[in-house]
């Protein structure tokens, strides 16, 4: 009993490894969108996503079929929604000059592809307010 659980706690661990392998250098890039610092020197993104991959790496074993990147990028965006308080002041980034919220929203729907009712539930907004920052990130300055 106890090897058979050892076998799959190891199976486990290397499902992991495997998805921070594969995903780590893009959930690391959105973090980096999210917190509006600058590529190379972005400790708050570092952070960010070492606390969505432990929460991840956490939940492994009750993932049952969900995809463990998906799952990921939402503890990514759940623990920046929580933080967001200390993300207001820009750092310069590509995203720096928008509020912390819509770069939530943006970076979801831009660089990971997230529907917008997927966004709305995952942020707790209405849809209405998730497509009004949306089509006022796309309209042209």
Same mark, same amino acid.
């Given at each position: 009993m106890r090897e058979r659980r050892a076998r799959r706690e190891?199976? =486990?661990?290397r499902e992991f *490894?495997?998805?921070?392998?594969? @995903?780590?250098?893009?959930?690391?890039?959105a @973090?980096?969108?999210l917190t509006a610092e600058p590529p190379?020197? %972005?400790?708050e993104a570092e952070r960010l996503l070492v606390?969505?991959?432990?929460?991840?790496? %956490? *939940?492994?074993?009750?993932?049952?079929?969900?995809?463990?990147?998906?799952?990921?990028?939402?503890?990514? %965006?759940a623990r920046y929604a929580l933080s967001l308080r200390r993300h207001r002041r820009s750092r310069g980034g590509l995203l720096g000059v928008l509020?912390? =919220?819509?770069?939530?929203?943006?970076?979801? =729907?831009?660089f990971e592809g997230?529907?917008?009712?997927?966004? %709305?539930a995952a942020l707790g907004l209405p849809v209405e307010r998730v497509a009004c920052c949306w089509s006022a990130a796309?309209?042209?300055c």
């Open positions: 190891r199976l =486990r661990a *490894d495997a998805l921070v392998a594969g @995903a780590g250098g893009r959930l690391l890039h @973090a980096t969108l190379g020197a %972005a400790p606390l969505a991959l432990a929460r991840t790496r %956490a *939940d492994w074993a009750r993932l049952r079929g969900e995809d463990p990147y998906h799952h990921a990028r939402r503890e990514l %965006a509020p912390p =919220r819509e770069r939530l929203v943006l970076v979801l =729907r831009l997230v529907g917008e009712e997927q966004t %709305a796309r309209r042209p």
